[in-house]
């Protein structure tokens, strides 16, 4: 195709993702450099990170061990083929990576993305069911205001009508739990907030219309992140595996944003004391620096595949970057520093003290509510007529104006800072969003 117009500028050809590209090219945010729990913009301010890059970077930026992992295994090994292939430090991520895991997940898919993990994770659950000669169950149920990334299987499961009704027919037998934010009954709940247990049963309400045996699976994040940070009711996810299990209904957690540390122990299916059929994970695998995600099966999953005739391939489903040499060199660099600095827990240490911090922004102008678990916490603002999203988003350029990177979803202000932060820095956060919202007002 000829260009249809000469190129006006050298920003003109970056189409940025899930950004305005006209408004950010007439007064752009780059950021150049990074290290610890801060980025560097182009001008030359120091940003302290609120936010962890994009919920990934979860033991601060530029970490020695990852670093030199990186390094040295471009040097050595650029790229090895996984398929009929493989290389070492593969099989030593996967062993790493279920160490961590709640007990019963322990069998590894590699990925690229939060993304590509759950159209894995949704393909093994119909594939699973279909080996059992289970293969009437092919319904996948996903939650209002859920994220589960871009791809059709992800939108089609997820909850966010901006992401869906552009794309036109998504997957079809899919259905969707209400969401379980309240506000009427939990606002300014500090952790876990005590209504909603009961939404639950709205799967049990999926079982009676469609019946059990046509259900493969239902995928939730356990605290949901994009749409602004909403924690589970105590019960919600007990209550959710306790339906799954009496109707032989995989669950799937999409821990994407809440794995490695986010709220309070490595997993929030430990923080919450539920053990998923399927875990998906990405961003903090490899701590943002080289991408890559994977989906953690039950033994009895796996084997499920392995128990069939031996043809060439047990599973028809792959990347050409799964399990990358320079992501498992990441990954293993990673999950090694924090081991070293006792980072999966730490969330859990500061929680009280962050909670405490954010909750002081009660009663700061439009602030309508604030969420909050380990050290991933939403700050909900009464939005403009007529123009939502706005009022947060104002708050964002505002504080990066004045060196603090936060993220916005909808009119909710989304803090998840790497998990290496100090005291100091989570006053600097607070302190920094209330004078942006004193400005606002
Ligand atoms: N699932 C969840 C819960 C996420 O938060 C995200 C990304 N924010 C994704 C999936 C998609 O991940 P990615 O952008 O790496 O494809």
């Not at 046509?214 to 105590?234: F, K, Q």
């Given at each position: 195709?000829?260009?249809?117009?000469?190129?006006?500028?050298?920003m003109d050809a970056?189409?940025?993702?899930?950004?305005?590209?006209?408004?950010?090219?007439?007064?752009?945010?780059?950021?150049?450099?990074?290290?610890?729990?801060?980025?560097?913009?182009?001008?030359?301010?120091?940003?302290?990170?609120?936010?962890?890059?994009?919920?990934?970077?979860?033991?601060?930026?530029?970490?020695?061990?990852?670093?030199?992992?990186?390094?040295?295994?471009?040097?050595e090994m650029d790229?090895?083929?996984?398929?009929?292939?493989?290389?070492?430090?593969?099989?030593?991520?996967?062993?790493?990576?279920?160490?961590?895991?709640?007990?019963?997940?322990?069998?590894?898919?590699?990925?690229?993305?939060?993304?590509?993990?759950?159209?894995?994770?949704?393909?093994?659950?119909?594939?699973?069911?279909?080996?059992?000669?289970?293969?009437?169950?092919?319904?996948?149920?996903?939650?209002?205001?859920?994220?589960?990334?871009?791809?059709?299987?992800?939108?089609?499961?997820?909850?966010?009508?901006?992401?869906?009704?552009?794309?036109?027919?998504?997957?079809?037998?899919?259905?969707?739990?209400?969401?379980?934010?309240?506000?009427?009954?939990?606002?300014?709940?500090?952790?876990?907030?005590?209504?909603?247990?009961?939404?639950?049963?709205?799967?049990?309400?999926?079982?009676?219309?469609?019946?059990?045996?046509?259900?493969?699976?239902?995928?939730?994040?356990?605290?949901?992140?994009?749409?602004?940070?909403?924690?589970?009711?105590?019960?919600?996810?007990?209550?959710?595996?306790?339906?799954?299990?009496?109707?032989?209904?995989?669950?799937?957690?999409?821990?994407?944003?809440?794995?490695?540390?986010?709220?309070?122990?490595?997993?929030?299916?430990?923080?919450?004391?539920?053990?998923?059929?399927?875990?998906?994970?990405?961003?903090?695998?490899?701590?943002?620096?080289?991408?890559?995600?994977?989906?953690?099966?039950?033994?009895?999953?796996?084997?499920?595949?392995?128990?069939?005739?031996?043809?060439?391939?047990?599973?028809?489903?792959?990347?050409?970057?799964?399990?990358?040499?320079?992501?498992?060199?990441?990954?293993?660099?990673?999950?090694?520093?924090?081991?070293?600095?006792?980072?999966?827990?730490?969330?859990?240490?500061?929680?009280?003290?962050?909670?405490?911090?954010?909750?002081?922004?009660?009663?700061?102008?439009?602030?309508?509510?604030?969420?909050?678990i380990g050290l991933?916490?939403?700050?909900?603002?009464?939005?403009?007529?007529?123009?939502?999203?706005?009022?947060?988003?104002?708050?964002?350029?505002?504080?990066?104006?004045?060196?603090?990177?936060?993220?916005?979803?909808?009119?909710?202000?989304?803090?998840?800072?790497?998990?290496?932060?100090?005291?100091?820095?989570?006053?600097?956060?607070?302190?920094?969003?209330?004078?942006?919202?004193?400005?606002?007002?």
């Amino acid at each position: 195709m000829p260009h249809e117009m000469p190129d006006a500028s050298p920003m003109d050809a970056y189409w940025m993702p899930f950004t305005a590209n006209r408004q950010f090219k007439r007064a752009p945010r780059l950021l150049v450099k990074a290290s610890g729990m801060h980025y560097w913009s182009d001008d030359g301010r120091q940003i302290l990170d609120g936010v962890a890059g994009l919920w990934c970077v979860n033991a601060g930026h530029a970490r020695p061990k990852i670093v030199q992992a990186i390094q040295q295994q471009a040097a050595e090994m650029d790229f090895a083929p996984p398929f009929q292939m493989a290389h070492p430090k593969a099989f030593e991520l996967a062993d790493a990576l279920t160490r961590l895991m709640p007990a019963g997940l322990n069998r590894v898919f590699f990925t690229n993305s939060g993304s590509e993990s759950v159209e894995t994770a949704l393909k093994i659950a119909l594939a699973y069911h279909r080996a059992r000669g289970d293969g009437t169950r092919t319904r996948l149920i996903g939650r209002e205001r859920g994220y589960h990334g871009v791809n059709f299987g992800g939108i089609s499961v997820g909850g966010i009508v901006g992401n869906r009704k552009v794309f036109g027919p998504m997957l079809g037998g899919v259905d969707h739990l209400r969401h379980t934010h309240d506000p009427a009954r939990n606002a300014y709940s500090v952790g876990q907030p005590a209504h909603g247990a009961d939404l639950a049963d709205d799967l049990e309400r999926l079982v009676a219309l469609h019946d059990a045996s046509t259900i493969a699976a239902v995928i939730v994040e356990p605290v949901a992140g994009s749409t602004g940070v909403l924690v589970p009711p105590t019960g919600y996810l007990q209550r959710l595996r306790q339906i799954c299990d009496k109707h032989g209904i995989l669950l799937i957690f999409d821990e994407v944003i809440t794995g490695f540390g986010r709220t309070g122990q490595a997993f929030a299916a430990h923080t919450f004391g539920v053990t998923p059929d399927l875990m998906t994970v990405a961003k903090g695998l490899t701590n943002g620096c080289v991408p890559m995600g994977a989906v953690i099966a039950r033994q009895a999953i796996h084997d499920t595949f392995m128990s069939g005739p031996e043809h060439l391939i047990e599973f028809p489903h792959g990347y050409t970057y799964s399990a990358h040499p320079l992501a498992c060199a990441a990954g293993l660099g990673t999950l090694a520093t924090y081991a070293d600095e006792g980072l999966l827990t730490r969330a859990g240490e500061l929680q009280g003290y962050f909670a405490e911090s954010l909750h002081t922004l009660r009663g700061a102008p439009h602030v309508i509510d604030i969420r909050n678990i380990g050290l991933v916490g939403g700050i909900e603002l009464a939005s403009i007529p007529g123009e939502p999203g706005k009022r947060a988003f104002n708050v964002f350029l505002d504080c990066f104006e004045r060196g603090l990177l936060v993220r916005t979803t909808g009119d909710t202000i989304a803090l998840s800072p790497p998990l290496i932060i100090e005291r100091a820095q989570i006053d600097q956060i607070v302190g920094t969003i209330a004078d942006a919202l004193k400005r606002t007002a």
